[in-house]
Nanobody, 123 residues
Framework: QVQLVESGGGLVQPGGSLRLSCAAS????????MGWYRQAPEKERELVAD???????NYADSVKGRFTISRDNAENTVYLEMNNLKPEDTAVYYC?????????????????WGKGTLVTVSS
């Protein structure tokens, strides 16, 4: 099995910064895309940013220029640097990894999710 553990959420004032981390562990053969999604109260989960194993990145329009995604392939870890945070960034942030794994001798690809970390932007 594969586990994703997020850290770095918290309360920050508007204009402030936070850095989220997500480490993947378990039966991992390779990881293709890793990324971050978020879900605000009474809203659907949405993509924030993702990054391929080759470091190609993709961002939601609402965070371009403020957030930066990066990853450490050797550590199976993805980061999200969030600057100039706004109240509308308040949400639970979920880490996602598209993993090639093996179980009972069979290799397959699957998407895994972390349990989420809360980011609250408020004065």
């Amino acid at each position: 099995q594969v586990q994703l553990v997020e850290s770095g959420g918290g309360l920050v004032q508007p204009g402030g910064s936070l850095r989220l981390s997500c480490a993947a562990s378990g039966s991992i053969l390779s990881i293709n895309s890793m990324g971050w999604y978020r879900q605000a109260p009474e809203k659907e989960r949405e993509l924030v940013a993702d990054i391929t194993s080759g470091s190609k990145t993709n961002y939601a329009d609402s965070v371009k220029g403020r957030f930066t995604i990066s990853r450490d392939n050797a550590e199976n870890t993805v980061y999200l640097e969030m600057n100039n945070l706004k109240p509308e960034d308040t949400a639970v942030y979920y880490c996602k990894a598209d993993v090639r794994t093996r179980r009972f001798g069979t290799e397959y690809a699957a998407r895994y999710w972390g349990k989420g970390t809360l980011v609250t932007v408020s004065s």
